[in-house]
Structures are given as C-alpha cells and as structure tokens.
C-alpha cells in the first residue's frame, strides 16, 4: 500500500520534456490517448502494479521563468492534436506557474545566459545543498505527499573534470565541505540533496557531474535507488538495434557517421563546444561497445532553429563484406525529441517508485535500455538491454514477488 | 573424419550467386581476402570443425549456357578489387565450362524464356527425377565425393498451390506416380532427386514448391537435413533487425512501405508479376509476425537494369508515439545482392555439412536466422534467431559434442 | 475597373485544395499569415493590380456532403498552426455549408463510391450542362459578381480515349447534341459550361476529359481563357527543376525511379489503377521532354493512409558520368499536398481574372510553370517555364500594359 | 590553325583529379568511352573546333612522388570498368614518371605534412617564379608545345588575408620585389608564373591566393585569359540547380544543412580547419546569393577514408510554404570527386584554348557554370550561368565568329 501520493519533481521543470511529460499524465488521465510510447504501457507490466500516470503530483525548478502567453503551450507540445491540447492547456499552465526557481551554479555560459534571476545565492555549497532540500520538502508537504522522485531534466552541462574525489564518498563530502566549487555543478548538487531527503533519482541527461560513483555510495549508504545517463531517445536508439545486425553477418562497420540537427533548447545549449562534448561522450561509446572494435565514427550535432522539437538524424554507414565489397545504409530519424523522452520518463518514475517501495537501492540495471550511457552496465546492444527489463517484470508476472515494506 | 571431398551442386550454378560463392571459396582458398560476410568466418564457429571453403567442389546446372565473354567474370562480380579477379578468373571459368544443362519445367513464362535448349525432354516426372539424380552421382562419381550437398539458388518460380498433396508423402508420391505435372515445378524435382540421394538440401529461394510438408517428410525418412526459404540478405535483414526496436518502445508502427529496384536476373525474373508474388509472400509476412500486429505495409519491386547486382531498398517507416504524435524512420541499403547472399550460402553448406556428419536429419532451425521464412521456426526478430545459431555453437564450445558416425 | 467582386467556382470544394484555398484567402485577409507559397505574393507582380484574395468569393459543387465535425478543419488543414485556425473556423464552415451537390457522371468507381447521392439525374448530356450552367449563374446571382471563374480541383478522372471528335469543335458538339455519353467524363461536362458561361476554366487535375483541342476551340470561339493540366507541386516539381543539371553536365540519366506516398482522398483515388493511369501520364512525360531522351523510369503512387496530406516522395536517379562510371542522385520530398497546390490556385484565379479582364482569350502558355503538363506548351524546364512567366510580369513592370476593356 | 599541339601543366599533377583527367583523354583518345561528364562532348560544341582531348599533351609538378605500385592505377579510378584500365595503364604510369617535383610553400601544415622532399628551396620570391616558369618553359621545349595551359588542382589551401597589395597589381608586384612570404601562398607563384609566361591559367581549387584583383590585373596586362574558383562538381551544383525553385514558388528557405562525407586525399587535407576554410567560404555564399536572403546553413565536410573518392553529400532543406507550413527537401548525392571534376577541367582546356587562340584575355566570365565562386560573375543559379555558355557557344554556331589570330 502506498502512503499517500507520489511526487515527481523535475529539474528543469519548464522544458519541453517536462512540460509533455505533465501532459502526458493529464492526458492519459483523462483518456484522450493511449499510453503509446510508454514502455509500462504494455500488458507485459501488468502484474506489477505500477503507479499510475494520473496519480503523480508534478513539480520541479527551473532556471527560466514561465512563458504567461497562450500560445506557449500549442508551439511548445507542437505535435500533439490541438483537441487534446485544449482540454489540458488549463492545468498545464497551471503547472508551468508552480514551478520553482532553480540553480544553475557551474553550468558553463550557454546555459548561465538563459537563467534569468536563478537563485543561487547562498554562501556555501552545503548551505545551497540545504536549501534544495527544504524546496523538497515543501514539494512533499504542500501535497501530503507519500514519496518525491526526483528527475533531472535540465540542459546538458559541460561535462566535470572526474578527480580522485569524485570516486570516493568521504573525499566528495570533504569537497563539499571545504566548498570547493570546482568539484560540483548544478546537477551536483540536486542530486546529492535528492538522495539526502531519500528520494529516488533519475538523471535524464548526460551531464556527469550527477552520478559519479562517489554518488552512487551515497545512494547505497542512504539505500536510495537511482539510475542514469542519458536518455535514448533516437539516433542511439536506432544505433543500438541495428548495430548487433552487423555482428550477425560479420559484416566490417568500417564508418559510422551521424548528423543531428535539432532546434529546440536542448540544440540551443548543445551548439557550445563545452556543452555538446558530454552529448558526444555517450553517444560515441556505444558503437564499439556493441562491436567489439572501433570503426570510424563521427557523430555532429548542429542546432538549426527552425526544427523546432523535431530532431532529424542522419546516419551513413559504410560497410565491407564478401571479399572486400563496400556497402552502405542510410537512415534517417525525424522524431519529436520530448514525445520520445516523455513516456521514457514517466516510465522510470514507475518503476523507480517500485523498486523504492519494495526495499531497492543503488542503481537500477533494469533500466539499462532507456539511457544511451546505463551506469553500471555493460550491455549496450538495445535488445539484450530489453531482456533485464523484461527478466525483472518476468519476476513479478510468475507471482512469486510482492511489495516490501521498508 | 571425412570420407573424401565435400561436394556442393546448385541449381542456378551460372547465376551471380553462385559465381560468387565460388569465386568466394577460391579467394579465401588463396588468402586474397578475408572471410568477411561469412557468419561461420568469425570465432564462435571454431570448436566445430566446419569443412575449409576452399576443400569444396563445386558444380551444378543452369538453364542458360556460360558466357565465353572474357569481360563477363568482372561484370558478374564488379564489386570485387580487379586484383582478386585477376588471380580467380581462370579457375571461375573452368567453372562455369563444367556446368550442366539445367531443367526449368513448370517455372513460369519468365524463366522459361531465358532456358534455350533446357533439357526437360522425359516423358514422365519419375523419369526427369531419375535423369537429375543421376547428374547428382555423376558429379559425385567424376570428382571422388564424399558427400554432395545441394542448393537451389534458380530464379524465384511463381509460387505452386499448395494442395492436400503436398501436406501428406504418401499422396504427394501417388501424384508423382500419376505424373501429374500440376503437382510440381522444377524445384520440386530438384528437391525430390537431392532427398532420393541422400544429399542435404538448401533452398536460398523463395519457391515454395521445394520444400512443403511432404518433402520435410521426405528428408525425414531418408534422414536428410533439409532447410529453408529465402535467403534473408538486404531489406528483410534490416527490418527483421528494426522492427523489434518499435516494440521495444511500444511505439505503434501505423506503415512500413518497402520499395527495392534492382538490376540483375533476379530483378529481371521478379519484373514479372508471377514471379514477384513468391518474393513478396516471404517478405510481407515478417513485420506482422514480430510485431505482433498488421501495420500498412507495401513491397515493391522494380527491375532497373541499370543497377545491376546493387539491389537498392528505400523504407519508409511511419510511426506513432506518445499522445498520438506521428514520427517516420527512413533507411536506404545499399547493397550487392551476390556479396550479401554468397558467404551465407556457404554458412549453410558448412553448417548443413556437418549436422549430416553428425546424423542430425530433417528440418535445420538453428539456420533461421539466414531465411526470409525460416520452415517450422516461429522466431522472427533477427536477434532471437541468431540466438538459435549461437545456442547450437554453444554445445560445441562447451566440447560435449563430437560428430557422430551415420 | 472590376465590375463587382470576383468569384470562383471550384469543382471538387471540399476537397483538401479548395479548403486550404479559402483558409489561405481568409488568413491573407486578416493578415495572419505572409503570402508564402504564392508566386504572385512577390513583388514582382506589383505593378498588375491583381484582385486580391481576400476580394475573392468562393463557392462549388462537390459529390461528398460536408463533414459537420468541428474536428474536421483541424484535420484538414493539419499543417497550419491552430491559433490561425481558430480564427477562421467560422468562416470556413459557412463555406463548406454553401456547396452544391456535385455530379459525377462517367468519372469511374473510385469515385463514383464516394458520391453519396450525388445530382447527375438529367436525361441528356445537354441538360446536364444546362444545369451546371445554371449554377453557375446562380452563384453569380447570389453573390452580385462581376465575374466567376472554374477551377477543376476536382478527383482525378481514369484517362478517357482521345477519339476524332475531342480534335474538332463541330465533331464534339454533335457528339452531345447525340448524347453521347462515352465521349466525355463529368470534366468534360463542367468546363464545357464554364466556357459556355464565358468563365475562365482552370484545369488542376490530371483528367483529360476538360482541355482536349475541341474544348480549347471552344474556349477560343467563345473568348475565354483556359489553362492545364494538372497542378505541378512536388515530385515533379522537384523533377523539373533538377532534370536540366542532368543535361547541363552532359550527364547520362540512365534510371529515374520515382516512389511517392501520400494518404488524403487524392491517393485513396489514385489507389485505383483506371485513375493512378492519369496520372502517371502527366508525371512520366516530364522527363522525357526536358532530357531529350527516354531514361528508364517508374513512377510509383501509393495510398498509405497515416500520411494525410503529408505526400512523401523518394525518388532515385542513377547517372553515368565520365569514362562510364555510375553515380546516383537520391531525394526524399515531404511537402502537404493542399499547402502547395493552394497557393498556385491562388496564383493562377489572379491572374487569369487579370487575363479576362485584359481580354485575353484561349491557352495561357504564361501559367505553364505551374503545370506538370502544361497545354500547348513546349517548354518543360522549371526555369524556362519560370523565364515565360516572368516575360508576362515584365511587359507590365515596364508600364506599356494597361488593362483593356472586353 | 594551331602552331604544334596544346600542352597542359597540372599544379597536383598526381591527384586523383588530374590522372582521371590524363585517363579520360585517353580512353576518349582510343575510343573506350564516350565523352559523357564532358560538357564540351554535346553537339552545341560541335560548330566551335575545339582542340581534341586526345591531342592534348599532359604533364604537371605534384610534392608527393608516384606510387610504383602496379596496383595504385586501379585503386585511383576505381569505378572506371578495369577492362578500360587495363589500355591504358602503362600510358598513365609513364605520365606518372614525368611529373616534376612541386613547391608547398605557404600551404599550410596539413599540405605540407604530405610533401616529403618539395622542392622550394630558392630565396627570394622571384627566384621561385624564375624556377616554377623554367618548369613550364621546359614542358613547352620538350614536346615541342604550341602553347601551355596551367591548371591548378592542387590541395586546397588555408586563405590567405587579403590585403590592399592583393587589390592592386603594381602594390603587388613590389611585395613581390621585398620577398614579403606572407602575401603569397603556392598557388600564387603558380599563377603568377602562368601568366608572366603567358599560359592561360584555371583555378579549380577554392584557394584564394591565385587569382585575387592584382593577379587578374596582371592577366589582362599580359593579354592571358584566366578563370576560378572552385570547380562545381557535387553537394553546390545540386545547390545552384535546386535553389531557385524555391524562388520560383515563393518558398522561404529557413534551413539548409549540408553533410559531406569523403575519403581522398581532397578530404584528408579539408580535415584540417584552416583548409576547410576556404572550401566552405566558396560553398557558402551560393545560397544567399540565389535567394536574395541568408536562411540558416551550415556546411559540413568530414575525412572518412573508407569512401575513397566517393564523396556522399546529404542535405536537409527545411523550408516554409502557405501558411506557414514546414516542409522538406532532402537529397543524397553520391559521386565520385575525380570523375566528375575531370571532364570539366577538360572542358575548360578547351575552351580556354579557343579564347587564347582567338586573342580573348581577362577572365572568362562564360566559364561561371563551372566554378562555385565564378571571379567577376553575378549569376549563381546553374541555368542562368548555363545560359552564359550557350550564349557563347551560339555566336560560333551563327558562323559570325572565327578564330582571331594573335
């Protein structure tokens, strides 16, 4: 039996993911459309008694503050129908005006130029780590809340120096309190207050100053469950189901070339060098993970306005067969970057929230499948990623396993 | 141990495919290339002593007569390096001289218009069997063969209505008895003689009228290995491997439109509607069965002389997601339709070589994965059937299996 | 000086064109949108004193009844964002209330399973027109106009046969005073009454049965303007434009394979071969005529249903270059069918009012660019077509032209 | 009448470009291949007598050494037909054996890594011209050449500042007297030397230190005929062909993105930044230019080494229709570099030929569809640059024009 209601809290709450995840759970509540997208939405998870969509309570921060115009909310979810839209813009605006002021501490120019009046203003690290707590916890008791996931959705950050005390828990706690600043980001810090308040985390993006293992101990002392990095959402998507192909016919990748364009502010923030290099890092690792060997890859990601949400992707890969003969596939993505992301998300939420209820902690290798770089685990082909999460629900669909009390 | 030689006899042995596979077994005979494309070439297959391509001999017949042309060998195989040709071009000629004078009874309009002088002339079906075995002893006889496999890689026959008789051996018999030519076509012949004989049997093709239940009951009696149909090597290969992806994200494919244009004699062949529908019963049939549902789909297929063997496949992949959003993924393959089919031919020579080493008889399912429409498999994603492959090698790595004598 | 306001009957007009046609004049009108899309919305048109669309009356006749949904418009039009929607949603449902039922005399069983009840009850072809005329006259009457112009945007007709009688005005009268209903299609019937009306006619469609020589002579004798066939938006505008680079570098198109899918009521209609034939006869001659030899090549239609209007085209083009090497050129064109044609509708009721008003009469070889198979004209490179077009604006930016009274 | 044959000087006379454009005359000269690729091949030419590619004597200077590899020929021009090769591979290796060494002075580290032992080791600026012009000298003697033609093939460069002295020839040539290495780059001592010996001079190459104001002053000065820059071959011919009928629909262009992909030594080199550079400053502007507006564009150009002179070009063209729709264009070229570059540089060789044969001097502006920054030439679209060819081509075909003696 849950305690009351479950939380999510985003950071990064006005963004377009946040924004179509809300819509999402408002839309499925009200059934206006199916769970499509959403990988709990099968009937494969169905013995698992998972949290439903229309019982989460949103919240989040975010360095921005709420667009008040209307059309905001047409132009922000674009793709989705505008009758769907209509029966939902009032809560969703709702939604946008409840969102608190975040921190963009350390997160590099691109991102530092769009916060506004971001409120970071405390003297010290621990002193910035207390106040996210208390944000949290006036999250939970403003609704009565049984439980708050925290989810980070924010811009990608350049990505941290990783040091000696970024993998060893008392080392890092040393850092916060001698408050050096360099050993943090934003994400830093949000991350180490989720897991002090003891709420799950999910980090959604690549930015590396979230998990680090020395954030990990910190999860498993505290006997939270978190799990990252990096949403698969397209292009890697595709990678990782078609690169395995190559390896059933021993066929020689000998070039792999990716083109992303994208326009929506996570292509805005990936247009600086800084920023886009943690993007790169786990896009560019997966390849040779699945193949065993390094082909030529290069992977361009290029912000192009007018594309709005709708990242197009296009991949050229050269191969060599039967004595020696080039060959090639092309494809093209053009997918909608939030839709994709959105039901990922809630999907996480779902099953953290799980495992959260029944006693885990630490990371979550079932999850591998929904993130381009999963922590901790070394399957990268999609569909041997599928089968940890298909085994886990396995569990659950022979009857054998039951909530745990904590 | 192997008694003698191992000899390989096609149907279609003039044709790119199986000039391939032969210029193939002499260019890895020769170290002139490495066994790229070949799934058996990669070490998973080491503990099983597979036979070496280039100890096979290689022979056949064809409807048409060699082209005494010098240019043809590097038209048939262009995209090979002019430097391996040069080294194999007498051998593959020799080859090609050695052929046999092919029957293509009963193929359609199509076929027979490219069979000059095809000798058909027996005045009952027992009689035409009785002709093709012996040119299976033959070939055996002249070269002191061990065993002779066979392989159909003719030009896809309109597909034969499948009758009661071809459900059951004991009625299928009495219509060879009663001659009756409705009951069959050419490959079905073939398929019969190479049973009679002893000789595993292959078909690459998507003919249905090779290997329908009575003939599995055929190779079952005779304790033959039997497998089949249509070898799985360009657009199929792609989307047995994508396909999975959508469900994965329980993303609902609402249209997956298929168009290939390609040049060679298969292309020529499958210009004509009889032809094509055996092509496109095989291809169809693979979405709906991974993804558990019938999306819009449509195959085309149109002869571009101009290709030649570079088959060329346009997908378009039409797609719905969260809150109804519609999406596409597009691909392009390109890719030479011989340099894709012949290692598997080989892969399967070797593998149906050694399965008859070992007494194993009737169907091969551990093949599934190289087939359009793999005979009595229910396993459709490209992963789970390579898994059938590496489930089989397996039992061989762990070194409890030895070949058994017959 | 115009003599009242100008009006426009559409034969087709609730179809997706003609909606978008009247979103466009009424969103120009309110200025919620740039003339985008619209040749004539340059500055290059300026000195003509073209009738503005807003200035437009529309109305027509259609064998489908209008969809009383208040979804539909959204559905329609899906392309344009709904904040202009919403601001003509009114407007546009007054139009669609105002058709006339439409006939569809002898236009084949795709379309005539679409007409519900459709008018085509008189017992002679000369009373059929009669009553066309009439509504014509009617909507003139309504209205007040001072002139009403036709436009076929009507579904596309299976090709009639081109006897001896559509090539001499004498021969094809005495065909309808002998009611001879295997000489014409409802096209036929509909610019034979507009030309009687003295309407200047615009054929949109691909269907032969409007602008044969005998209705042009009739257009002449009576003084009217006419112009066709079939509105150039896409592929082959694509085609058109990118087939002269062939020629210019003396590159040899040897295949040009063309695939287009597409989902709205045109390609329901086009699934039918009878009415696909029409088509393809209008597409497949373009290429022809501007390389000035016949490459091999297929032009592809089909109706998949989740692209809507969204018609996507892939179209391949294999070249050969110096010393015989093989080059390829692909395209992929994603455009809304309605959201071009509808401006080029525009384009073409401004200026052929200017043509009337000027008291120009016959073919208009001045719109060929906007036709995939423009009559009379010889000309089929996109910028030649273009230079004729802009030769016209000329006469008028240098100030000789003046408009002249019937 | 010509005075003994024609001699032409390649600067990068072992690149890809020039032993295709050595091969092409060959073949052509042996009639192995028609002239196709060559615009000079149509009979529009035919009235003009243009000297024959097979009595053209070729010779060059390249700072790499030829490879003694039997093997290289095939590798270099691999999608020539090897039965073509084989004629005329001995001809192409004594070509080979004759090219002088180069100079890579001022060329940039990424050029000059590939020199091993370029001979540049004069000391003054003029010293270097004096040696570069005994070059052409000793070309001319040698063959007993009526007349030299210097084209530049060589290795893009990274650009060179433009400064007051390159505006001025008189600034220049005293830069020239001080030994001022910063105001020339190799390709200037080139140009400079083909001119001061009066050889018509073509840059095929986007580098801007040949033909800048000063240099074309000194060309019309010295009564030489030149013309640059950047041979159209690929991604910006498409571009100049495809542009204007977004112009021509009143269409706005908001997005095109270019990716190019290849593999020889051309790529290797525009690896490097300071090269890539110059490539895209040309590839740039054409856009603008032909629109009349500057949408948002990129070009891209990446080394893969596995497509060998196969350059893969994919472009995204997101553009706004009616109403403010979004729609697409996106194209895939795929060419090799050599072979299309090849037969314009002979074309150009021709026709530089006839101008210097007829007393022509300056630049060539008739030329402008050859190049993608044509000097001196307003006119970008690929038709109306055409346009200037054929105006050209028309006064030889009214009779009017003949050669002019000098």
Redesign the interface.
């Known amino acids: 039996m849950r305690k009351g209601k479950t939380g999510v809290y985003f950071i990064g709450a006005l963004g377009s993911i946040s924004i179509?995840v809300v819509?999402?759970a408002l839309?499925l509540g009200k059934k206006l459309?199916p769970?499509?997208?959403?990988?709990t939405?099968?009937d494969i998870f169905d013995a698992m008694d998972l949290v439903a969509p229309a019982d989460l309570v949103f919240g989040g921060c975010d360095i921005r503050r709420p667009d008040e115009n209307g059309?905001d909310i047409?132009d922000r979810?674009a793709?989705?129908?505008?009758?769907?839209?209509m029966q939902i813009q009032e809560e969703l605006r709702d939604y946008q005006r409840s969102i608190d002021t975040g921190c963009s501490r350390n997160c590099g120019e691109a991102i530092e130029k769009l916060a506004g009046n971001a409120a970071c203003g405390e003297e010290t690290l621990r002193a910035e780590i207390g106040l996210i707590r208390s944000r949290f916890r006036e999250f939970k008791q403003k609704h009565g809340l049984g439980e708050v996931l925290v989810v980070n959705l924010a811009s990608t950050e350049p990505p941290i120096e990783i040091r000696a005390c970024h993998g060893d828990l008392a080392a890092f706690e040393d850092r916060l309190d001698k408050n050096d600043r360099e050993a943090v980001r934003a994400s830093t810090l949000y991350a180490y207050a989720a897991i002090a308040e003891g709420c799950p985390y999910i980090n959604f993006t690549p930015s590396n100053g979230a998990l680090f293992p020395a954030m990990v101990q910190f999860a498993e002392k505290n006997r939270v469950c978190v799990m990252g990095n990096d949403g698969k959402t397209g292009e890697t998507?595709?990678k990782s189901?078609?690169a395995?192909?190559f390896s059933?016919?021993?066929?020689?990748v000998?070039?792999w070339?990716g083109?992303n364009?994208l326009g929506n502010m996570d292509g805005q923030v990936l247009d600086h060098p800084g920023n886009k290099e943690s993007k790169l890092r786990t896009k560019d690792r997966v390849l040779s993970k699945i193949l065993g060997y390094a082909p030529?890859t290069?992977v361009?990601i290029?912000y192009?306005?007018?594309?709005g949400d709708q990242k197009?992707a296009?991949d050229?890969i050269?191969f060599?067969?039967?004595?020696?003969?080039?060959?090639?596939?092309?494809?093209?993505?053009?997918?909608?970057d939030s839709?994709?992301a959105?039901?990922l998300v809630l999907d996480m939420i779902r099953l953290a929230e799980l495992a959260g209820s029944r006693g885990e902690f630490g990371l979550m290798p079932h999850l591998a499948?929904f993130f381009k770089a999963p922590i901790g685990v070394e399957v990268h082909?999609?569909?041997d990623q599928?089968q940890l999460l298909l085994d886990y629900a396995e569990k659950f669909r022979r009857g054998g396993i039951h909530a745990v009390s904590k």
Chains 1, 2, 3, 4 share one sequence.
């Open positions: 179509t819509a999402g839309a459309a769970p499509l997208g959403m990988v939405g099968t059309r047409f979810i793709p989705v129908h505008p009758a769907i839209l998507l595709v189901a078609l395995p192909m059933c016919r021993n066929l020689e000998m070039s070339e083109f364009i030529h290069h361009g290029d192009v306005p007018s594309l197009t296009w050229f050269h060599r067969g039967f004595l020696g003969a080039k060959m090639s596939l092309q494809f093209v993505w053009q997918g909608y839709i994709l959105a039901p499948s082909a999609l569909h599928f």
